[in-house]
C-alpha cells in the first residue's frame, strides 16, 4: 500500500483553513463587491470567447442575421388594401393599421408583419420585435449565408 505524500489529516486543515480565510473575507462587502464583480467579468469573457470561436447557430456559424432597409408600411397598406394608408392607434406594437374606406365606411385592418415583411423584401424575411417594444421597434430581417 501506497502512503500519501500529504496526510489527510494535514490536507482537511489546509482545507478546512483556506475555507475559513475565505469565508471571513467574503464578510466585507466591499470584497464580496470585487469577487462578484470578477466572476461576472470572467463568465462574460468565457461567454464572448466561446461564441466568438464557436458560434450561435448550427449552421457552423456561417450564415448572418441582417437588418434589412426600414418598414414600408404606406406602401404595403396602398398596394394590399386599394390605396389604404397605414397608421398606428397607440404606442403599442401591435397597434398598426391598414385604413381606407369601403362603402362610404371607414375600415382598418390590423397589419400583419409577416405579411409586411414577406412584401416588401420577399418570403425569406421575418418580423422582429426589439426589445422596447414600441410601435417603432419593428424591423425585418433575413438569415443569409
Not at 17 to 45: C, E, K
Not at 88 to 104: F, K, P, T
Not at 113 to 140: K, N, Y
Amino acid at each position: 500500500m501506497a502512503v500519501p505524500v500529504v496526510p489527510a489529516a494535514v490536507r482537511a486543515g489546509v482545507a478546512r483553513r483556506a475555507l475559513t480565510i475565505s469565508t471571513q473575507l467574503l464578510r466585507h462587502a466591499p470584497v464580496r463587491a470585487v469577487v462578484g464583480l470578477a466572476v461576472g467579468f470572467f463568465a462574460a469573457g468565457a461567454t464572448f470567447f466561446v461564441v466568438d470561436r464557436f458560434g450561435t447557430g448550427d449552421d457552423g456559424g456561417t450564415s448572418t442575421l441582417v437588418v434589412l432597409d426600414p418598414i414600408d408600411y404606406d406602401g404595403y397598406c396602398s398596394s394590399t388594401y386599394d390605396g389604404a394608408k397605414s397608421m398606428r392607434l397607440g404606442d403599442g406594437a401591435n397597434d398598426w393599421l391598414c385604413g381606407s374606406r369601403v362603402g362610404g365606411l371607414w375600415s382598418p385592418t390590423p397589419i400583419d408583419h409577416d405579411a409586411v415583411c414577406a412584401w416588401q423584401f420577399g418570403p425569406e424575411s421575418e418580423p422582429r420585435l426589439q426589445p422596447a417594444g414600441t410601435a417603432f421597434d419593428w424591423i425585418c430581417v433575413e438569415l443569409r449565408g
